[in-house]
C-alpha cells in the first residue's frame, strides 16, 4: 500500500471540507478524524504487542463508528511490528473495508504532533491547507459549545487564536522545509473555494490518486446531522463564507495582526494595518506562554495516556478513547 496521506491544517481552515473531497476520489480513503495516533504511540512503544494493541483499540469509539473489523486488523499485526505500522494496520483496514487502495488522515490536533507523524510513518505526503487566520479565529471561536472537548489549553480569544494559528502554520512550514521534494505541498483555502476544479486536481496530481468530477458533487452526500458545526457541507465551496473585516472588530484584527502579522505577510494576506511587524516583546512573552500551556497540557495527557489509569477510565465500548486537546 502507497504512503499515507495527511490533511494538515489549523483548525476551522477548512481541512474537513478537503478531506470530505478527497475521500470521493476512487484512489483513497480519508475517514472522520481519527485521535488516536499520539495516543497508540505513547502506549506502545518499541515492539508492540499484539493483544494489548488489540485490547487497547476495544476501546476506542471511533473504530466501531468507522465500521472497522478488529479481527481484520489482528490478521495485519504481526511479531516486532512497531507503533507506526501497527496504527497504519487501523487505517489499512478501513480502506480496504471501503474498497481504496491507499488511506489518509485529517485531524487537525496532529498539528501538534508533526515529528511524531514523520517518525511513525515515513514517506507520508502532506497537504498543509492554510486559511487566513482572522478568518479561521471568527469560525473557531463561534463554534457552538459541545463540538469540543475544552482544556485549559484551548483558546478563548482572538490574540490566543492566533498564538496557536502562528505555532502551528510555522510548524507546518517547517515541516515541509525539511522533506524532500515531493511530500508536502501548501495549498490556500482560499484558492479552493473559488476555484475547486483546479486545486483539487492539482492536490490529486501531487498525491498521485485519481481526480475525478464526482469530487466535488459531494452536497447531499454527507452526513452532518450530528455535526452542527459542519452545517456548510449542505453547500458547494463557497467563497467569503466568514469574513473577518465585517465580523472582527478592529481591535481584535490588529490583536491578532501583532501576534502573526509577519506571518500573514508572508502567506499573502493584506493587513488592516500594514506594514508587517515582527511580534513585540509583550506579544513574544504572549506566544511563549501559550505554548508552555500547551506542552503542559499535552505532556499530562501523556501521562495519563501512559499509565494505568487510562485503561480504567476509558473501558471498552466507553467514550473519549483518544482526544488529548480541545484545539484540534
Same mark, same amino acid.
Given at each position: 500500500?502507497?504512503?499515507?496521506?495527511?490533511?494538515?491544517?489549523?483548525?476551522?481552515?477548512?481541512?474537513?471540507?478537503?478531506?470530505?473531497?478527497?475521500?470521493?476520489?476512487?484512489?483513497?480513503?480519508?475517514?472522520?478524524? &481519527?485521535?488516536?495516533?499520539?495516543?497508540?504511540?505513547?502506549?506502545?512503544?518499541?515492539?508492540?504487542?499484539?493483544?494489548?494493541?488489540?485490547?487497547?483499540?476495544? +476501546?476506542?469509539?471511533?473504530?466501531? %463508528?468507522?465500521?472497522?473489523?478488529?479481527?481484520?486488523?489482528?490478521?495485519?499485526?504481526?511479531?516486532?511490528?512497531?507503533?507506526?505500522?501497527?496504527?497504519?494496520?487501523?487505517?489499512? &483496514?478501513?480502506?480496504?473495508?471501503?474498497?481504496?487502495?491507499?488511506?489518509?488522515? /485529517?485531524?487537525?490536533?496532529?498539528?501538534?504532533?508533526?515529528?511524531?507523524?514523520? @517518525?511513525?510513518?515515513?514517506?507520508? %505526503?502532506?497537504?498543509?491547507?492554510?486559511?487566513?487566520?482572522?478568518?479561521?479565529?471568527?469560525?473557531?471561536?463561534?463554534?457552538?459549545?459541545?463540538?469540543?472537548?475544552?482544556?485549559? *489549553?484551548?483558546?478563548?480569544?482572538?490574540?490566543?487564536?492566533?498564538?496557536?494559528?502562528?505555532?502551528?502554520?510555522?510548524?507546518?512550514? *517547517?515541516?515541509?522545509?525539511?522533506? +524532500?521534494?515531493?511530500?508536502?505541498?501548501?495549498?490556500?483555502?482560499?484558492?479552493?473555494?473559488?476555484?475547486?476544479?483546479?486545486?483539487? &486536481?492539482?492536490?490529486? =496530481?501531487? =498525491?498521485?490518486?485519481?481526480?475525478?468530477?464526482?469530487?466535488?458533487?459531494?452536497?447531499?452526500?454527507?452526513?452532518?446531522? !450530528? /455535526?452542527?458545526?459542519? %452545517?456548510?457541507?449542505?453547500?458547494?465551496?463557497?467563497?467569503?463564507?466568514?469574513?473577518?473585516?465585517?465580523?472582527?472588530? =478592529?481591535?481584535?484584527?490588529?490583536?491578532?495582526?501583532?501576534?502573526?502579522?509577519?506571518?500573514?505577510?508572508?502567506?499573502?494576506?493584506?493587513?488592516?494595518?500594514?506594514?508587517?511587524?515582527?511580534?513585540?516583546?509583550?506579544?513574544?512573552?504572549?506566544?511563549?506562554?501559550? +505554548?508552555?500551556?500547551? !506542552? !503542559?497540557?499535552?505532556?499530562?495527557?501523556? !501521562?495519563?495516556?501512559?499509565?494505568?489509569?487510562?485503561?480504567?477510565? @476509558?473501558?471498552?465500548?466507553?467514550? +473519549?478513547?483518544?482526544?488529548?486537546?480541545?484545539?484540534?
Amino acid at each position: 500500500m502507497k504512503p499515507p496521506l495527511f490533511v494538515l491544517g489549523v483548525s476551522r481552515s477548512g481541512t474537513t471540507l478537503l478531506r470530505v473531497i478527497l475521500d470521493r476520489s476512487p484512489g483513497i480513503a480519508i475517514p472522520d478524524e &481519527s485521535f488516536f495516533v499520539p495516543l497508540l504511540a505513547r502506549r506502545h512503544r518499541g515492539t508492540v504487542d499484539s493483544e494489548r494493541f488489540l485490547d487497547d483499540l476495544r +476501546r476506542l469509539p471511533v473504530l466501531s %463508528q468507522w465500521g472497522v473489523s478488529l479481527e481484520d486488523i489482528g490478521r495485519r499485526l504481526h511479531p516486532e511490528m512497531e507503533a507506526g505500522p501497527a496504527i497504519a494496520a487501523i487505517y489499512e &483496514s478501513y480502506a480496504a473495508s471501503v474498497g481504496k487502495p491507499r488511506w489518509g488522515d /485529517k485531524t487537525p490536533m496532529y498539528m501538534r504532533h508533526l515529528p511524531l507523524l514523520e @517518525h511513525l510513518f515515513p514517506g507520508a %505526503q502532506f497537504v498543509h491547507l492554510v486559511r487566513d487566520g482572522r478568518d479561521a479565529a471568527v469560525s473557531f471561536l463561534r463554534m457552538p459549545a459541545g463540538t469540543y472537548t475544552r482544556t485549559w *489549553a484551548h483558546p478563548d480569544t482572538v490574540t490566543d487564536f492566533a498564538r496557536l494559528w502562528r505555532t502551528e502554520v510555522s510548524a507546518a512550514r *517547517a515541516l515541509g522545509a525539511r522533506t +524532500r521534494p515531493g511530500r508536502y505541498l501548501e495549498v490556500r483555502y482560499e484558492a479552493l473555494v473559488a476555484e475547486p476544479d483546479e486545486v483539487v &486536481s492539482s492536490i490529486c =496530481a501531487f =498525491a498521485d490518486i485519481p481526480f475525478v468530477p464526482e469530487m466535488l458533487e459531494y452536497t447531499g452526500q454527507v452526513d452532518v446531522s !450530528a /455535526k452542527p458545526h459542519q %452545517q456548510r457541507l449542505l453547500e458547494p465551496p463557497t467563497v467569503g463564507v466568514r469574513d473577518w473585516h465585517s465580523e472582527l472588530g =478592529a481591535e481584535e484584527a490588529l490583536a491578532f495582526e501583532a501576534v502573526a502579522g509577519d506571518l500573514l505577510t508572508e502567506l499573502g494576506y493584506p493587513l488592516l494595518s500594514p506594514p508587517a511587524r515582527a511580534p513585540g516583546l509583550r506579544d513574544r512573552a504572549g506566544i511563549a506562554s501559550y +505554548r508552555a500551556r500547551l !506542552a !503542559a497540557w499535552n505532556g499530562a495527557a501523556a !501521562a495519563v495516556q501512559r499509565s494505568p489509569l487510562w485503561r480504567l477510565r @476509558h473501558r471498552a465500548g466507553t467514550d +473519549r478513547g483518544g482526544r488529548d486537546s480541545a484545539a484540534g
